[in-house]
């Protein structure tokens, strides 16, 4: 089982570029997220998307924009670069109808580095 | 006040000994609770939910304490692979999922 795939795993950017994270999610899901993880700090929500069609904001919006292609996809951009965003970045998705209790599957992670 | 407290460790433990982790959270409305594990370089997985009555999965046990807001994981006889980071979750029934920043945890042989 593929469950959250999402690609590419590391990448390095110079300060300025742009570069987009591409997602998907083989497991039915409705709801899909882009969470960013630092030392010390925990998992933070970029962005979000409750189903297909929609997105909404998270916790560090700024710098990013996320496109819900189709129900399976979720991919997250980065226009222009910046040093604070050389982060671990997880794609995930759940079903809050499942009765699961929302339960979060995550992909393997994107490592990005931005010089 | 972070909306979801853990002790970040690092507890060091040897093979076979019993260790609890506590998790406090500041949302008195949340409505569903877990525990993730991280291994080094990898994604968060889901180890178990948390249910108000306490539940167990083999060596782990998980208590809720609603009116304390108090998350527990007690993981018995711990194995050199349960070495990990242990992320205490909260969820308030929509799409706030709120992840605690971890307590790492080292068996040793």
């Known amino acids: 089982n593929a469950g959250v795939t999402q690609t590419p795993k590391f990448q390095v950017l110079k300060t300025g570029q742009s570069m987009t994270l591409q997602c998907a999610q083989d497991?039915?899901?409705?709801?899909m997220y882009w969470y960013r993880q630092d030392p010390g700090m925990g998992l933070r929500l970029i962005y979000y998307s409750a189903s297909e069609g929609t997105t909404d904001k998270g916790e560090v919006p700024n710098g990013y924009n996320v496109s819900r292609l189709n129900k399976r996809e979720f991919s997250l951009r980065l226009e222009s670069a910046a040093p604070s965003q050389t982060s671990v970045y997880f794609c995930?998705?759940?079903?809050?109808?499942?009765?699961?209790?929302?339960?979060?599957?995550f992909g393997e992670g994107s490592w990005l580095t931005v010089v | 006040r972070k909306e979801v407290e853990q002790d970040p460790g690092p507890f060091n433990v040897p093979e076979g000994a019993t260790v609890a982790f506590n998790c406090t959270y500041s949302?008195?409305?949340?409505?569903?609770f877990f525990w993730y594990r991280q291994d080094c370089r990898k994604e968060p997985k889901l180890l178990m939910s948390?249910?108000?009555s306490g539940n167990e999965d083999g060596r782990f046990t998980a208590q809720l304490n609603r009116a304390s807001q108090y998350i527990s994981l007690l993981i018995r006889d711990s194995k050199l692979s349960d070495s990990a980071t242990y992320l205490c979750v909260v969820n308030d029934g929509g799409f706030k999922t709120i992840f605690g920043a971890g307590t790492r945890l080292f068996v040793k042989a």
């Open positions: 995930a998705s759940s079903d809050p109808d499942r009765g699961d209790g929302n339960t979060i599957y």
């Open positions: 949302n008195s409305a949340s409505q569903s």
């Open positions: 948390v249910y108000s």
């Open positions: 497991m039915n899901h409705n709801s």
